[in-house]
């Protein structure tokens, strides 16, 4: 009698083994899985990319196609992206996945609006929403409840509205990049709650008034970047607050101000772009406190003047554009000993004047360098380390006079020179096409043009440069000469397509 029960018993455990088995989905984590299906059949041919996604299938959740779960079977990601997605979030039911963690569905077709239900995704720790231009409305303002979020982006799609206040509310955040938008308004006041806040881009916008002072309370950011909004007014003081502030972008506002010291306050500052804004006076000095600038424009702003001593300390920097200021300013000790690593350099349509500091030709890694559009004077000095590295260089339209360079014959990797516009003398008619053999048999030849097809006049050195320079690099060099019969030198190799600066 005893042994029947236990085999009775057996039976029953055996019977019930073989029912959970040929169940497809554990009880406790269906409502996650009807919620898939139910928003998969709302979407455009997703049968394709979500095949697995079904009910009816014999295994687990776990093994649909682009989802991850916890040990207890429950979804704890979704990586949606670059699927083919086409449709909407209305049947997305974001109350159905408490576990989830990390929800992406960029580069795909969704459209319509982002719900106000994505707040009940409180365990969510990275939502990365990307290129989908047809996903549009606000912000919802739900997004504040998600406190355990550290990664939010939303980038290239069709949103508006401002960016709500609640986002301060979103304590845990490290990353913040809120990009390519149309959102309008200022910033709001409740981003300085961000205390954790490492990267905030809210770059491509239609942001209005000033940068918040409450900017300051995140002193572990690490990148600033507001480019190309409307924002205006003087940078706030509290940004000297960013003491581990790495990358500075500002490019492209209505920025503006007479002293700019906020700039230059932390010693790991690497790249500044303030471009296209309207800041004046004196360029900060303290720039380079740290001496780790890697990377300096300001290109289009109304600066007047750049210290002697600005970027005395910056001995890893590598690009520097000035162009189009009002800068009036002794440069020969901005430059030189202490920029070994320099590879640009543009101060281009300024007021410098005087003789050329021949500093600048003791930046041994210079490829471009653009004075032009300035007020030198004098003779263009001579360069001992040109012929390693410099490859375009921009003098035109200054006053220098003298013969013409031919100290340049050294940089033989030169690949554009331009001198129009100077006072070059010793220049005599020639006729409109010289024709060189090299030695070694290779032909060479250099066309010489002017802008009204009539004769040209170059004096013997160019003729003495140009040959020293066909005997090593095989250049063809298009000589034009302006109104003013100075010269402009364009070249580019025999293979290649000409270059027009």
Known sequence: MKLHHIDLFLFSCTACLLLCAAAPIRAGIRPEAEALVNWKDSLAGADGSLGSWSLANSTSLCSWTHISCNSAGHVTRLDLSDISLNGTLDRFDCSAFPHLEKLTMSRNGLSGTIPEGIGNLTSLVRLDINNNMYLTGAIPRSIGQLKHLVELRLEDLGLDGTLPEEIGNMTSLEVL????????????????????????????????????????????????????????????????????????????????????????????????????????????????????????????????????????????????VFTANNIVADLRDCFGEHSRQLEFLDLSNNALDGSLPKCFWDMPSLEFMDLSGNSFAGVVPFSRTCEHTLSYLHLANNHFTGTFPLALKKCKKLFTLDLGGNNFSGQRRISTMISYQQAIGQSFQTTIQNQDRGAVRLNDQVKEFIWSQSISAFWTYHLQESKSTNMNIIHHKNNQQETHI
């Open 177 to 320: 990049t809120v990009t390519s938008l149309a959102l309008t308004g200022p910033i709001p006041l409740t981003i300085g709650m961000l205390l954790k806040l490492r990267e905030l881009s809210l770059d491509n916008n239609n942001l209005t008034g000033s940068i918040p002072l409450e900017i300051g309370n995140m002193t572990k950011l690490q990148e600033l970047s507001l480019r190309h909004n409307y924002l205006e007014g003087q940078l706030p003081g509290t940004l000297s607050h960013l003491i581990k502030l790495q990358g500075m972008y500002l490019s492209e506002n209505q920025l503006g101000g007479h002293n700019v010291p906020e700039l230059g306050n932390s010693s790991l500052l690497r790249t500044v772009d303030i471009h296209m804004n309207n800041f004046s006076g004196m360029f900060p000095s303290s720039i380079c406190v740290g001496g780790a600038l890697n990377y300096v424009t300001a290109a289009y702003n109304a600066f007047t003047g750049i210290h002697r001593q600005t970027f005395r300390n910056c001995t890893n920097l590598q690009y520097v």
